[in-house]
């Protein structure tokens, strides 16, 4: 799915006016983590989350009071009502929820981010909370990348500018951070909300079988940018793979060695012969990706790394990065089941090389 914001880019403004609830802090335990958003509009939920139950149903009331009224606030959550009464959220913790009544006014910010996320280009999505101290906020967007060398000097805070410039530096370590001015002169109530944001994962699926078309489906559903590979024209089209991204339908060797492949790519193979697999595999062995997997028993994948090892396709080192055979081992059967196996263990790929930001 599409980050939150380039969702809003995607619905209509002027008839159907909307308002955007953003998690900006949490102490203790909550149902969703800071940075998570949720788009509403008169008639209720369109997209996304603050936490579901009943802290998401008095934030959608707010919302739905700021669209009227066009004012933004900031609102704080204790989450520890009691299971007798029944009347508010039991976690424990604590939630603070800036909700936007006029996020249109940022679309030009929106723009930019989209822009830069087509490109492969991650960055920092900057937004300044004035008056956080009553419920009626003040807020902007800025957006921030290394590749055009920005200049954030005019945030006039230098505690903000060091850690956007520490960010860009690092690489962008993902996650989601607040910082409260310390500006001279600030009466503290101003908050500075840091969010880095990524390009969607890319996963290539070699092979538009039923395996394939599932792991499609699941992938779309967990936030990837869908790419399925396959020589069969009666497989490989919209119809029959409606949550694909990109459809490519040409020879699966060839179309695997002119694939683009970043750091930020996840394959697997799942073609419908031994042949068309290890094509798919040369192709990409050795490339610097996140994740490579093929299917297969024991025995096929232990022929095929003997094969490999033989000709010289592939050192002992990159062919123990390939995640064959593909998925954990949850007993699966099916081709759902199978499908979900590989998707678990794409996920848990996915956040391990995700570093925290904290």
Same mark, same amino acid.
């Given at each position: 799915?599409?980050?939150?914001?380039?969702?809003?880019?995607?619905?209509?403004?002027?008839?159907?006016?909307?308002?955007?609830?953003?998690?900006?802090?949490?102490?203790?335990?909550?149902?969703?983590?800071?940075?998570?958003?949720?788009?509403?509009?008169?008639?209720?939920?369109?997209?996304?989350?603050?936490?579901?139950?009943?802290?998401?149903?008095?934030?959608?009331?707010?919302?739905?009071?700021?669209?009227?009224?066009?004012?933004?606030?900031?609102?704080?959550?204790? /989450?520890?009502? +009691? %299971?007798?009464?029944? #009347?508010?959220?039991?976690?424990?913790?604590?939630?603070?929820? $800036?909700? @936007? =009544?006029?996020?249109?006014?940022?679309?030009?910010?929106?723009?930019?981010?989209?822009?830069?996320?087509?490109?492969?280009?991650?960055?920092?999505?900057?937004?300044?909370?004035?008056?956080?101290?009553?419920?009626?906020?003040?807020?902007?967007?800025?957006?921030?990348?290394?590749?055009?060398?920005?200049?954030?000097?005019?945030?006039?805070?230098?505690?903000?500018?060091?850690?956007?410039?520490?960010?860009?530096?690092?690489?962008?370590?993902?996650?989601?951070?607040?910082?409260?001015?310390?500006?001279?002169?600030?009466?503290?109530?101003?908050?500075?909300?840091?969010?880095?944001?990524?390009?969607?994962?890319?996963?290539?699926?070699?092979?538009?079988?039923?395996?394939?078309?599932?792991?499609?489906?699941?992938?779309?559903? /967990?936030?990837? +940018? %869908?790419?399925?590979? #396959?020589?069969?024209?009666?497989?490989?089209?919209?119809?029959? $793979?409606? @949550? =694909?991204?990109?459809?490519?339908?040409?020879?699966?060797?060839?179309?695997?060695?002119?694939?683009?492949?970043?750091?930020?790519?996840?394959?697997?193979?799942?073609?419908?012969?031994?042949?068309?697999?290890?094509?798919?595999?040369?192709?990409?062995?050795?490339?610097?990706?996140?994740?490579?997997?093929?299917?297969?028993?024991?025995?096929?994948?232990?022929?095929?790394?003997?094969?490999?090892?033989?000709?010289?396709?592939?050192?002992?080192?990159?062919?123990?990065?390939?995640?064959?055979?593909?998925?954990?081992?949850?007993?699966?059967?099916?081709?759902?089941?199978?499908?979900?196996?590989?998707?678990?263990?794409?996920?848990?790929?996915?956040?391990?090389?995700?570093?925290?930001?904290?």
């Amino acid at each position: 799915m599409d980050n939150i914001y380039l969702q809003l880019l995607g619905l209509k403004h002027t008839d159907h006016p909307m308002a955007l609830a953003s998690v900006a802090k949490t102490v203790g335990s909550t149902p969703q983590k800071p940075g998570s958003s949720a788009i509403f509009n008169r008639n209720g939920l369109l997209s996304g989350t603050v936490g579901g139950g009943i802290l998401e149903g008095e934030v959608q009331q707010i919302a739905q009071d700021a669209i009227l009224t066009k004012e933004s606030g900031y609102y704080h959550f204790m /989450l520890d009502g +009691e %299971i007798s009464r029944g #009347d508010g959220a039991i976690c424990g913790g604590q939630a603070g929820i $800036l909700v @936007d =009544a006029s996020p249109d006014d940022h679309r030009i910010v929106y723009e930019s981010v989209k822009q830069s996320l087509t490109s492969g280009t991650p960055g920092i999505l900057v937004t300044r909370v004035a008056g956080i101290n009553s419920n009626k906020v003040q807020i902007q967007r800025y957006w921030f990348t290394a590749a055009e060398d920005p200049d954030i000097s005019g945030l006039n805070d230098p505690i903000l500018v060091s850690e956007i410039q520490q960010l860009l530096i690092a690489g962008l370590p993902g996650g989601y951070k607040e910082l409260n001015s310390k500006h001279p002169g600030e009466n503290h109530d101003l908050l500075f909300l840091l969010e880095a944001i990524f390009p969607l994962a890319r996963l290539v699926i070699a092979g538009a079988g039923h395996i394939g078309k599932a792991l499609s489906h699941i992938g779309k559903l /967990l936030g990837f +940018e %869908i790419t399925v590979v #396959d020589d069969r024209p009666e497989y490989a089209n919209s119809a029959n $793979l409606p @949550d =694909a991204d990109h459809i490519i339908n040409e020879d699966i060797g060839k179309a695997m060695e002119e694939l683009q492949k970043t750091p930020n790519t996840f394959i697997v193979i799942l073609t419908r012969g031994h042949k068309d697999d290890a094509r798919a595999l040369k192709a990409c062995i050795g490339s610097d990706i996140a994740y490579i997997g093929m299917i297969g028993s024991k025995r096929k994948v232990a022929r095929m790394q003997k094969d490999f090892m033989e000709h010289g396709w592939a050192t002992p080192g990159e062919w123990n990065q390939i995640h064959a055979p593909v998925g954990l081992d949850i007993q699966s059967e099916s081709v759902q089941e199978i499908a979900v196996s590989i998707a678990a263990q794409l996920v848990r790929v996915k956040n391990c090389k995700k570093p925290a930001y904290v």
